[in-house]
Structure formats: C-alpha cells, structure tokens
C-alpha cells in the first residue's frame, strides 16, 4: 500500500533564507510524487512532479525537490523563501494506476519578515 | 486554472438533513474525486468517479454516496448529515487514470453541521 509522511507538521523560516519540507513515502513499485500548495480558503494548486524521468525535479514559484529512492524521500526544497509562500504544502503519492492519490497531513510554511 | 466549480461555497445546516455537494467541470476529464480536508488528516478521499455512472469509495467513503449522470458534475450526497461530517470537501479532476496527469482542484465547500 502507499502512504506519505510529512515529518513537520509546521515549519518557520525567515524572509530569503531556505526552506526545506521533508516527505517520506512508502511503496510497493517506483511510486509518481507531487507537490501541492493550498494558500488559506483556497483549493490545491500543483507544485512539481516525480514520474520516473529526472531525480531532481523543477517546479513553479523557484521550488524544487530531489526524488531518493534509497531514503524513500521527496523533500522539498526552495533556495530563498518569499512572504508569498507561507501556506501549507502536501505531498502526495499516487497509486499504480494513477487512479487514486494519497496524500500527507501537511506541513504549513510559516515565513517571517 | 482548471474550470471547476464547487457549490455551494459555504452551508450550514442540522443534524440529520440531507445534504448534496455539487462539482461541475468544463474540462472534459474522465477522473472526478471528492475529498474531505481536516486538521492534521491532509485530505482523505471519499469517493471517486471514472465515468459516467462508473463510481468507487474511498477510504472514507461510510455516510456518503455520490452520483455522476454527465461528465461534468459530480454529485456527492450525505443522507442524513451528521456533526462528524463538518468539514471542508474538495473536488478534484484528473485527465485519464494512468497518464500520470495531477489532480486540479477546485476551492473547496466549507460544511458546517450543528
């Protein structure tokens, strides 16, 4: 069965400074991973993806994150935070088919000036 | 942005009501969810669709039943709504199961039952 774990429900950084967001996964195959970010009253918006091409993967808003598989991790990673990222991030890993996505209990960014 | 429309936005209402959430997409995607987002689950599927008429539980699927007669809408039912079921319920539309394609989501229904 899949499952995701977020190992921070919260994180706090300061303006400019990195931001990592650690997920764990397991799987039973090589699994297909996202990133989501859901700002406050708002639905889900897609950050980047993992489907078996490169190990790093490039997202919107400068967010990257590096597929290991022998950590069984997805961590999720930004150079210098920005005010506009405090939100919460979710990560989420698909079954086989793509038909059904689990998803972890969050982690929420907080960014302070 | 997707075009998925949720509604209504915000309801609230009693124990033991009926109670009926709507999705409607303009998308033209096969893959309809709904989830259930509480504090400190992430967001847990209740049930999903695959087509029309073609439709699956999830792994919080009790107390809930759903409906889909056309492609775009995607209708999620609480027969008789309990405090439990106060939460916020997203829908989520994917283009075809196995083209590892995401989920886009739309903003959520707030559902409040006293």
């Known amino acids: 069965a899949q499952s995701v774990t977020q190992l921070d429900s919260h994180v706090s950084v300061s303006e400019g400074t990195p931001v990592l967001l650690r997920c764990n996964y397991s799987?039973?195959?090589?699994?297909?991973l996202f990133w989501y970010v859901q700002h406050p009253n708002k639905g889900l918006q897609l950050l980047l993806k993992?489907?078996?091409?490169?190990?790093l993967v490039k997202g919107i808003n400068g967010f990257e994150a590096e597929f290991k598989k022998s950590e069984t991790s997805f961590h999720l990673t930004k150079p210098s935070a920005h005010m506009s990222d405090a939100a919460e991030y979710f990560c989420?890993?698909?079954?086989?088919?793509?038909?059904?996505?689990?998803f972890g209990s969050g982690t929420k960014l907080n960014v302070k000036p | 942005d997707a075009g998925i429309t949720q509604s209504p936005r915000h309801k609230v209402t009693e124990t033991g009501t009926p109670v009926t959430l709507r999705c409607h997409q303009t998308?033209?995607?096969?893959?309809m969810y709904w989830y259930r987002q509480d504090p400190g689950h992430g967001l847990r599927l209740i049930h999903y669709?695959?087509?029309?008429?073609?439709?699956d539980k999830g792994e919080v699927s009790d107390g809930y039943s759903v409906s889909r007669s056309k492609t775009e809408d995607f209708l999620l039912t609480l027969e008789s709504a309990t405090s439990s079921q106060t939460s916020v319920y997203f829908c989520?539309?994917?283009?075809?199961?196995?083209?590892?394609?995401?989920?886009?989501f739309g903003d959520g229904t707030r559902l409040s039952i006293l």
């Open positions: 989420v890993v698909s079954d086989r088919n793509f038909n059904k996505f689990y």
């Open positions: 998308e033209n995607h096969r893959y």
């Open positions: 669709s695959y087509g029309v008429k073609d439709t």
């Open positions: 799987s039973s195959y090589s699994p297909s």
């Open positions: 989520a539309i994917s283009f075809e199961g196995g083209s590892n394609q995401p989920q886009h």
């Open positions: 993992y489907t078996s091409a490169a190990t």
